[in-house]
């Protein structure tokens, strides 16, 4: 549910309010005494205070992974984008070789950022892996042929190319772990409930019982759309492996 956030939204609208609802319920059987409304009153303003900081710091996380993900994106096309000028320094037949094995591989690294099929996904990382083995035989055997530090230079290029790939895995693997979103639903859950049973009144009230979950509903799912990579509506172009393609073309 967390790689689709608006699969996440409309749940959550519905447990939230039933929290609300059952609050309200528990508030005609046991009422709320007027000597105690206000410690009540306190005890509410403590929780949503609560919920809303976790949500606040959620979304900081959030946003965290989204800028690590872009940075790593950016990272990228300069590795690739300084290989394929340290290539030239190989002897003219492999130095073709390995620039049009760069080409070939900042093509499969555009579509990986912008697929969001996942069997296209797995034949993408297949060939990636594939392709890296290829570009490291073609630079290894230069430089074990001629071991100088012109080829240490394209050697060590080569080297970033194929880490910034593992760097930029690495980010998209690293979510918003689910226990977090656990504890984060539970307190939603509570606040509502409490709203729901130190509300007065009714007909007014019932509807504005849907206020608190639709809004905190609406935080999950800005939170969850910007911690998924691919699912969602918010994702990291490849505005800069782009530019790096157009460029090479020219």
Same mark, same amino acid.
Request: proline share 5%; hydrophobic share 50%.
């Given at each position: 549910?967390?790689?689709? &956030?608006?699969?996440?939204?409309?749940?959550?609208?519905?447990?939230?309010?039933?929290?609300?609802?059952?609050?309200?319920?528990?508030?005609?059987?046991?009422?709320? @005494?007027?000597?105690?409304?206000?410690?009540?009153? =306190?005890? !509410?303003?403590?929780? @949503?205070?609560?919920?809303?900081?976790? =949500? /606040?710091?959620?979304?900081?996380?959030?946003?965290?992974?989204?800028?690590?993900?872009?940075?790593?994106?950016?990272?990228?096309?300069?590795?690739? /984008?300084?290989?394929?000028?340290?290539?030239?320094?190989?002897?003219?037949?492999?130095?073709?070789?390995?620039?049009? *094995?760069?080409?070939?591989?900042?093509?499969?690294?555009?579509?990986?950022?912008?697929?969001?099929? &996942?069997?296209?996904?797995?034949?993408?990382?297949?060939?990636?892996?594939?392709?890296?083995?290829?570009?490291?035989?073609?630079?290894?055997?230069?430089?074990?042929? !001629? &071991?100088?530090?012109?080829?240490?230079?394209?050697?060590?290029?080569?080297?970033?190319?194929?880490?910034? !790939?593992?760097?930029? !895995?690495?980010?998209?693997?690293?979510?918003?772990?689910?226990?977090?979103?656990?504890?984060?639903?539970?307190?939603?859950?509570?606040?509502?409930?409490?709203? /729901?049973?130190?509300?007065?009144?009714?007909?007014?009230?019932?509807?504005?019982?849907?206020?608190?979950?639709?809004?905190?509903?609406?935080?999950?799912?800005?939170?969850?759309?910007?911690?998924? &990579?691919?699912?969602?509506?918010?994702?990291?172009?490849?505005?800069?492996?782009?530019?790096?393609?157009?460029?090479? *073309?020219?």
């Amino acid at each position: 549910m967390l790689n689709f &956030p608006i699969l996440l939204f409309f749940p959550s609208v519905l447990v939230m309010w039933l929290a609300a609802q059952y609050g309200t319920s528990v508030r005609t059987r046991r009422p709320l @005494l007027d000597s105690e409304r206000e410690d009540f009153g =306190i005890i !509410q303003a403590a929780t @949503l205070t609560l919920l809303g900081l976790i =949500i /606040g710091f959620s979304f900081s996380m959030a946003i965290a992974r989204y800028d690590l993900r872009k940075n790593y994106e950016e990272a990228e096309a300069n590795a690739i /984008g300084t290989e394929y000028v340290r290539a030239g320094l190989l002897p003219a037949a492999n130095a073709a070789a390995v620039q049009a *094995q760069l080409q070939k591989y900042l093509d499969l690294r555009i579509a990986f950022y912008r697929t969001r099929n &996942p069997i296209e996904i797995r034949q993408i990382d297949a060939a990636t892996a594939q392709l890296q083995n290829e570009m490291w035989s073609a630079v290894q055997a230069p430089a074990l042929a !001629q &071991p100088t530090p012109v080829m240490a230079l394209v050697v060590s290029g080569m080297n970033d190319v194929l880490n910034s !790939q593992g760097y930029t !895995q690495a980010a998209w693997w690293n979510r918003i772990p689910v226990a977090a979103w656990g504890l984060l639903i539970l307190t939603a859950i509570c606040c509502n409930l409490l709203v /729901g049973y130190g509300a007065r009144g009714a007909g007014l009230t019932a509807r504005l019982l849907m206020v608190l979950p639709v809004v905190v509903s609406i935080s999950f799912l800005l939170i969850a759309d910007i911690d998924s &990579p691919r699912g969602g509506l918010i994702h990291v172009a490849p505005q800069n492996l782009g530019a790096l393609a157009s460029s090479l *073309q020219k």
